[in-house]
Nanobody, 126 residues
């Protein structure tokens, strides 16, 4: 059974930075794409970023492109979302997710991810 544990959320002022980490267990981490999603109060959960199994391909929502960076360390079973130049509209619960199928590099809808972390709160004050 896959387990995903996020850490690194918190409160930060606008313009600041936060680093979210997600540690996975339960199956061969390096075979699966990883993603980050977020859900703001009163809104639907949305895609933020995704990274292919070996880390060679990354994808970002337009709203975070140029500010957020997704990386992974397959030796440590960890995916990281580095968030810079944070804005109040980035405030949300952020979720780490693992793809349902191995070796996928380009299908990153929410329904493609079958395992989810518990979420970590990110609050950006103005």
């Amino acid at each position: 059974q896959v387990q995903l544990v996020e850490s690194g959320g918190g409160l930060v002022q606008a313009g600041g930075s936060l680093r979210l980490s997600c540690t996975a267990s339960g199956r061969t981490f390096s075979n699966y794409a990883m993603g980050w999603f977020r859900q703001a109060p009163g809104k639907e959960r949305e895609f933020v970023a995704a990274i292919s199994p070996r880390g060679g391909m990354t994808y970002y929502a337009d709203s975070v492109k140029g500010r957020f960076t997704i990386t992974r360390d397959n030796a440590k079973n960890t995916a990281v979302l580095q968030m810079n130049s944070l804005k109040p509209e980035d405030t949300a619960v952020y979720y780490c997710a693992q793809h349902r199928r191995p070796f996928i590099t380009n299908q990153f809808q929410q329904t493609d991810f079958g395992s989810w972390g518990q979420g970590t709160q990110v609050t950006v004050s103005s």
